[in-house]
């Protein structure tokens, strides 16, 4: 016999079957009970569910071997590698972040490089990959060496070029460097 409830919110149905095995060699049938709940997403049905609306499946063994098969496709293990790679590449991009808020720009620069070469696997990873340069190109900008940043900028803005704070810290990292070129002129004149 099976039952299906529902409670009122309709968002929940509890399935409960109870097995009779009148085979059974002693005097009272024993009774075994299963609950399964499933939800429902906006279903406009009565609450109730029948069997041929519910997914069943004839062989559970089979559908699992089919998983275990399809997991083992190359592409989801592709899937894998992409998802470990930029999970590292964050990471990495994170430890940088400290670094810098730590003004250790140097380890922070090392620390970006490693995120960019983690995000250099995955051609999804533009904004990351855009946001690493920019974070060297800050870090460049605070240790003076401006035609390095000025590049990691440009680096920065071919992959997002909508990028506005790469934009600034170029046209920053060019000012500065103009700056030190016209210092240094004046300073050999006189």
Request: hydrophobic share 30%; aromatic share 6%.
């Amino acid at each position: 016999m099976v039952l299906i409830e529902s409670d009122e919110s309709d968002d929940e149905i509890t399935v409960k079957e109870e097995l009779n095995q009148s085979r059974s060699s002693s005097s009272q049938p024993e009774t075994t009970t299963a609950t399964e709940s499933k939800l429902v997403a906006g279903d406009d049905s009565d609450g109730f569910e029948t069997a041929s609306e519910r997914e069943v499946s004839d062989n559970e063994e089979e559908d699992e071997i089919e998983q275990i098969q399809q997991s083992d496709k190359p592409e989801n293990k592709d899937d894998e590698s992409k998802q470990k790679a930029m999970e590292d590449a964050n990471e990495a991009k994170l430890e940088g972040n400290k670094l810098f808020g730590n003004g250790v720009y140097e380890e922070a620069l090392l620390k970006y490089e490693l995120a960019l070469q983690f995000a250099q696997e995955v051609l999804e990873s533009e904004e990351l990959r855009s946001i690493c340069y920019s974070n060297r190109a800050i870090c460049y900008l605070k240790l003076g060496i401006y035609a390095e940043a000025i590049e990691e900028c440009t680096k920065a803005i071919e992959l997002n070029p909508s990028y506005t704070k790469a934009f600034v810290r170029r046209a920053e990292a060019h000012e500065k460097l103009d700056l030190l070129v016209n210092y240094m002129k004046s300073d050999v004149i006189n």
